[in-house]
């Protein structure tokens, strides 16, 4: 016999009261709960929500068992001080009779534009005991309309098409403005956005500390808008403005094809400073004429080609009150962004005339495809020998007119078609967490492969920039160049990232140490090669800035395998890379887009290692923006560059999220708020695949993306992931109370499960293609009839083993294979997939150094070397979706799918040979999660922790419950502990709050 030992963390229960769980009665709770975690809209201190009823959340930590919240009570006031008296001037809810501690909405006064609000909030345990109040929680809103915005749209006037080694860039706009105050200031909020990214500096420091604000959306549905309290930057007298502009997403180089321009040809800010008085009084200062432009020190800025700073231009004091601004212009006024479906095309159209002739081909290949689905035109706008004129030709023609020694001057030209909607762009608030430096990293080694050429290790493949250290004469040249891999004679390999240059140039103004990093761009790297140093630097002549979305960290899991401990950390720091304003597939090369297939097979892991919620919330909106008239979503969003419609697992991301966002938060804003849209997408599938097989729109059909030595028949995929979709409009339907809409979708999965089975699966539980994706797809998504399902995973199992026990998987198939074989009674091949450090397997990039996850199984290997460097990333986050599992089931911490957001936890690890112990802790929206499980000689202990004002259902391998301890009584007997069923060989109890520890002999 061998002895199981499991421990429990506090679950909180569900309803206002709270089962007794015990052999015996449950002590009181006399513990004093606090609040923590306050949050609005799901973010911390917004400042610029557009949620006029914003919803409110918290957490509970309380000691003991049994913590349930019976009531609570929230306070909202315009000002701290009146919160602080008790002066609950916006809102005073009273005690509410509720166990909710997530998305409780503002019921109170009505707030405008730019107001503040500040809340507290107290709860009631089931005795009536009353919480000390929560410290304070604020939010702001927006400007929530066109007319709160009284400034202008403005840019310097500089040129934008400077020529660089063969492509075109832009230097970036320096603005600023000098006023004053006459009053004593009691608050100031300073709001803007941008075409472009932007800076904004105030009195001669940096507003903030974002980085590559507004983020990236379809500039041409909606933009978000940022807010900062600068009351402390602020002093009475002059003051000083400025603010700097990067060309971003908005026009510089996306994607690949070396194409820049997707949304305009010109950055612009628009920025509004509202400065409240002590007397009541307001004064506004915003972007308009009265702002000087001029060029700084940044030569052109671009996320993919990188950032060249020449300090000899740095104007000192620019953004200072008593710069004398010499040579400085008026700033131009640009047109405000509209929603046309046009986009300006005039340099490439200028760029089209020669000697007088003007040939262009109206096509995608200028600036994007600004109208999804809909026949384009080119409209050309010009003067020929002094008459002017205009011409129009349908998408896909070229126009050609002129004849040689004409004078022929382009006036405008633009492409697209006009949309049924037009307007304004929407400028709305900020939905997602802002992208920062999250970290710094030290450099480990330096090595010099050839003279002058040094190569800087990181020790890990990061996303971000380097901040460099240099003492050297003025005009002094340092690039960088940024690299994952070494090539074998130790130079920096860089022929995968394609047309991305990832070079950043500095040129010293000298005199002293010096030191700087760039504002607008942003790598993919682990290691710098540095050119131009005078002498050899230093260790710390660089330090690693990493950048991405501020999501904070929820998960931790760790074991006995340092190879799998090693894998946990890649797939962390491959999230962090690639989760950047959009969840992107790469951040290197010259793509760096928001793919739709790779983020649904990630999410679910991506909710256990981050708080995703809000990031993901505003991702979907850039997925509805993307999707066509036709009800198609996209491949990518924001959908540009490929603008195809979403190919079967990628379009489906815009089902799959919002189920998988709501399982993990337990909100359904998400469902509700994109319910048509994702209603679209399913008439999109049906009216043309009348069957129940998906035939028909696969778009790109890109199947199981990167498989290594299978091919999964792309009917069998597409046919599975139409089921998949089916089932959960199905559940989310029923989880917002659509009983008609639940009924359709649960028929219609019936139709397609019947034609899966009738068009694909044999009798024996074959399923075409008979490729582990094949057999994947009918078990995960639910397709096979009950009493082939043990068939098909033996099936399954088989071709594992016929490849030495070995994963043959791409993209699509890899999240779903350790948890379908341990959910089938195969958590052994599971284990044994997850330990493996032979090709192709997880451990075999780790046993190669690799720091985060590879696009591919065999981007390098010892007998090949390098894979295609068109496509070989090392770091792509989707081969890592086996996190997941590694939460779900190794430690065992998941949700039980009738009631998400954790209302009721499920605590159910599945120990493995090849692993003593595994722990793993989840900060879910309830509060902190723990399963920790220990193999020590014939012993097994499960330690378990669960929040206040939650439940659980904690599973042990023990086939009779006499045999179980909670401490050292009888779990059956043990207070807060109650026997709920017998399963084959697992016991089954129920918990609540608080902490346990669990012990069972097994054979």
Known sequence: MKTIVLAATPLALTGVALLALSGGPVQAQTSAASIANMRCEYLTNPLSIDATKPRLSWTIQAAGRGWRQSAYRLQVASSAQNLAQGKADLWDSGQIKSNKTLGVRYAGKPMGSGARAFWRVQVWDGAGKTSPWSGVGTWGLALLRPTDWKGQWISAPLPRDVQVSGIKLAPSPFLRKTFALTKPIKQATLFATARGVYELRLNGSKVGNELLAPGWTDYQTRMQCQAYDVTKQLKRGQNAIGAIIGDGWFSGYVGFGARRDHYGTTTSIQAQLDVQYTDGTHQIVSTDTSWQGGAGPIQYSDMLQGEYYDARKEQNGWDTADFKATGWKSAIVVAAPNNTGLVDVTSFAKAAVKNGVFSLRASNDMAGDPAFNTVKRMKVDYTLNGVAGSRTIPENQTLQFGNPGDTLVIVRADYGAERKVQGPVKLVGTHDPAIRVTQDVKPIKITEPTPGTFIYDMGQNMVGVVRLKVNAPAGTAVKMRFAEMLNPDGTAYTANLRSARATDTYITKGGSVETWEPRFTFHGFRYVEVTGFPGRPALDTITGRVIGSDTVKTGNFTCSSPLVNQLQKNIDWGQRGNFLSVPTDCPQRDERLGW???????????????????????????????????????????????????????????????????????????????????????????????????????????????????????????????????????????????????????????????????????????????????????????????????????????????????????????????????????????????????????????????????????????????????????????????????????????????????????????????????????????????????????????????????????????????????????????????????EGGDTFFQVGSGTYKFTTNVS
């Open 596 to 982: 739709m297939g790779d983020a649904q097979v990630f999410v679910r892991t991506a909710t256990y290692n981050r708080d995703v919620s809000a990031f993901f919330e505003k991702w979907m909106q850039d997925v509805e923006d993307g999707q066509a008239l036709d009800g198609g979503y996209s491949d990518v969003s924001p959908r540009k560059v490929d603008e195809a419609n979403g190919a079967p697992a990628w379009g489906d991301a815009g089902v799959i999220v919002p189920w998988t966002v709501y399982q993990a938060y337990g909100d359904t804003e998400i469902i509700d708020r994109h319910w048509n849209s994702m209603e679209k997408w399913m008439t999109y599938l049906t009216e043309v695949n009348p069957d129940g097989i998906w035939r028909q729109r696969r778009g790109n059909d890109f199947g199981d993306w990167l498989s290594i030595g299978a091919n999964t028949p792309k009917d069998v995929l597409a046919t599975g992931y139409y089921a998949y979709d089916a089932s959960l409009m199905a559940k989310m339907a029923r989880a917002t109370g659509r009983t008609a809409e639940a009924a359709k979708y649960d028929a219609l999965f019936q139709h397609i499960k019947t034609a899966f089975n009738r068009e694909f699966v044999t009798g024996d539980g074959q399923i075409k293609g008979q490729t582990q994706t094949s057999y994947l797809v009918g078990l995960k998504f639910n397709l096979l009839p009950e009493n082939l399902r043990p068939l098909a995973a033996q099936h399954l199992v088989a071709d594992i083993a016929s490849k030495n026990d070995h994963l043959s998987t791409g993209f699509v198939g890899v999240g779903y294979l350790c948890p379908t074989l341990s959910d089938t009674g195969h958590n052994e091949t599971a284990y044994k997939l997850l330990l493996n450090d032979t090709f192709p397997s997880w451990g075999f990039s780790i046993r190669h150094g690799a720091t985060t996850i590879w696009e591919r199984w065999d981007g390098w290997t010892p007998d090949k070397g390098f894979q295609d460097v068109g496509m070989n990333s090392f770091n792509h986050y989707s081969l890592g979706s086996v996190g997941e599992w590694l939460y779900s089931h190794v430690a065992g911490i998941s949700t039980d799918p009738r009631y998400p957001g954790f209302e009721r936890i499920l605590i159910e690890p599945t120990p493995g040979t090849g692993l003593t112990y595994a722990n793993a802790t989840y900060n879910s929206v309830r509060g902190r999660i723990q399963s920790a499980w220990k193999k020590q000689g014939n012993v097994l202990t499960l330690d378990v922790t669960i929040p206040a004002n939650t439940s659980a259902t904690v599973r042990i391998p023990a086939k009779n419950a006499g045999v179980v301890k909670e401490g050292t009584v009888l779990a059956s007997n043990a207070p807060g502990v109650k026997f709920m069923r017998q």
